[in-house]
């Protein structure tokens, strides 16, 4: 199974101490010993799962994680949900007991089969291995079907987690095959069927929002129709001069938000109530490209598709041949045409029926992003943070937003730049973020590039255990840097702030905390900086780090 998995491209094994599973362990550390492979070893299994969901995120090729059986699987799930919503993929190796144990009190053995319910792409019990010759190509073909399902190849519309459920008969030890691992041929993946696409008609007043993980689809798009993008900062769309500045501001005003006819969603919209609010709007026309597991339809009539493509005139015209991949979207207006425009001074329709692109309406977006893109004359301490560390990176650099308060600050400030940016906002949870950090930075090759996790102290300490590196494996190039303002103030901006008492509030809401950040680094061995001000904040962002570090910035709550 695992020299399958090589073959297809898989180049990271994710691992955590077990019994059941010592024969893909040491199968593992084979291939990592012939070059095949780079395996890491995580004692947490929650922590392992992010490590892999990160290699996942940044190489869009699955990481193989391998357990034992037990609680050690089900510590997998948060990983497993994250990667599901969000469309990244990820492989799961459990073992298991065989099925004579299963039900009987049997120790460290539960109902694994399933345990993940509709989050995988793909879920099997596998046959219990007798060690005959002719199992091989069975348990090969396994691998290949969860490899195609994990990167959205059979069907299952996008990536996300595939878990093959492993029982084993003692004995459990046995010797490797004679040059396991010294030879693995290349192996043949289906191909991903065609998508289908949605052409799209320019005379809509259009807007192109972009959410966590779309990608220059977006910015591509906004382009072809001469729409306004609003890219989140998660967006990777936020890397172009295109993108409306303050674009939260702009919704709530009635001459831009308030005139939208349709939007183009890429990715995952969850940074603020604007977006929400436009996207649960049954008046507007929504088209959806898909993302994750969950298609996206607030206002319950959403419009799905698999990719768009703005139309050209000979579309628009009804006149241009259509591939059997291609749809067509509906050229007039969906909120009636002629009898709109006529309503509320829309630009007329041509001669043809076609709406005209609103030209006055897409300058007005231009204006406000123009009055709106500059910096603030005195920052905040959050804003002044988020400059830095966005600042300080650059396109060989990668940047992960924990789901912090400081992601909304960022959103609200920050200018384009190109950055690439990952956040877990499928489930937009603070689990295991450090681990999904020091996961992206595995998954660079080479040398160059900083991998940086901007986060808030809660998110950190939620994850600490993440830190824990064996000292055999090559360090990753992060720096994670933490915004500590004693507690999770994000709460304070939320309704239960106005309503909860004070004394209540702090303690189940703002939960403070006086942990000391420097000595959790010393006890794992990463190096600490404390930057109490922007030049210290500055000199230890542009410090190449020399392995693992540690940044705490001090920030009032």
């Known amino acids: 199974m695992l020299e399958t ?20 362990a040491l199968a593992a550390d084979a291939l990592e010993r012939a070059g095949a492979i780079r395996m890491h070893v995580r004692i947490d299994e929650r922590a392992a799962g992010f490590t892999a969901l990160g290699i996942g995120r940044e190489s869009g090729v699955p990481a193989a994680l391998v357990c034992t059986s037990g609680t050690a699987v089900a510590n997998y799930l948060p990983a497993v949900l994250e990667a599901h919503h969000a469309g ?18 049997a120790n460290q053995t539960t109902d694994q089969v399933g345990i993940y ?22 348990f090969a073909g396994l691998a290949a ?24 008969r003692e004995p459990l030890a046995g010797g490797l095959p004679e040059g396991f691992g010294a030879a693995v041929p290349a192996v043949e993946g289906t191909t991903a069927e065609p998508l289908a696409v949605t052409v799209l008609d320019r005379g809509p007043r259009t807007v192109v929002l972009a959410g966590a993980d779309a990608g220059e689809a977006a910015v591509a798009t906004a382009r072809a129709g001469g729409w306004p993008l609003l890219a989140e900062v998660i967006s990777g769309a936020r890397t172009t001069p295109d993108a409306v500045a303050a674009y939260r501001g702009a919704l709530r005003e009635p001459s831009l938000g308030g005139r939208i006819e349709r939007v183009v969603v890429f990715g995952h919209p969850t940074l603020n109530r604007e977006e929400t609010a436009l996207l649960s709007r049954p008046d507007i026309r929504i088209v959806a490209v898909r993302r994750g597991g969950e298609a996206l339809n ?31 979207d509906d050229v007039l207006d969906a909120h009636g045409g002629g009898a709109r425009d006529a309503r509320d001074g829309a630009a007329p329709a041509s001669a043809a029926g076609v709406r005209e ?25 959050r804003e002044a943070l988020v400059a830095a560390v966005w600042r300080a990176s650059g396109p060989a650099d990668r940047l992960l937003f924990g789901s912090s308060r400081l992601v909304r600050v960022a959103d609200d400030v920050l200018p384009p730049r190109a950055v690439r940016v990952h956040a877990n906002r499928g489930l937009a949870g603070i689990d295991g973020t450090i681990a999904t950090g020091i996961g992206i930075a595995l998954a660079i090759e080479g040398d160059e590039g900083v991998t940086r996790a901007l986060l808030g102290d809660l998110t950190f300490l939620h994850d600490v255990g993440a830190l824990l590196l064996p000292a055999g494996e090559r360090a990753p190039r992060v720096q994670i840097v933490v ?12 309704e239960v702030a106005q309503t909860a008492g004070a004394a209540a509030m702090d303690r189940v809401q703002y939960t403070p905390q006086s ?13 600490y900086t404390r930057a109490e001000t922007a030049d210290a904040l500055d000199a230890a962002l542009a410090e190449p780090p020399a392995g693992p570090h540690i940044i705490e910035v001090p920030l009032p709550r």
């Open 5 to 24: 998995l090589v073959g297809l491209g898989v180049r990271h094994v994710v691992v955590s101490p077990g019994s059941r599973s010592q024969a893909l």
């Open 88 to 105: 990244v993929p990820l492989l799961l190796l459990t073992a298991d007991r065989p099925p004579e144990l299963r039900g009987v009190g």
């Open 117 to 138: 319910g509709a989050a995988t792409r793909l879920a099997v019990d596998a046959p219990v291995p007798e060690g005959h010759q002719d199992e091989r190509a069975g």
């Open 145 to 168: 079907r969860a490899f195609d399902a994990s990167m959205g190849r059979r069907g299952e519309g996008a990536a996300g987690p595939a878990h093959l459920n492993l029982p084993f």
């Open 298 to 328: 607030l206002n319950g009539v959403t419009e799905q598709a698999d990719s768009v493509r703005v139309g050209d005139a000979a579309d628009e015209r009804g006149g241009a041949a259509q591939s059997g991949a291609e749809r067509r």
């Open 357 to 381: 692109p609103d030209d006055a309406w897409r300058a007005a977006w231009d204006r406000w992003s123009a009055d709106r893109g500059g910096a603030s004359a005195q920052p905040s301490a």
């Open 483 to 494: 915004g500590n303002d004693g507690g999770g103030t994000i709460f304070d901006g939320l």
């Open 515 to 527: 942990v000391a950040i420097e000595s959790i680094a010393a006890a794992y061995g990463w190096a």
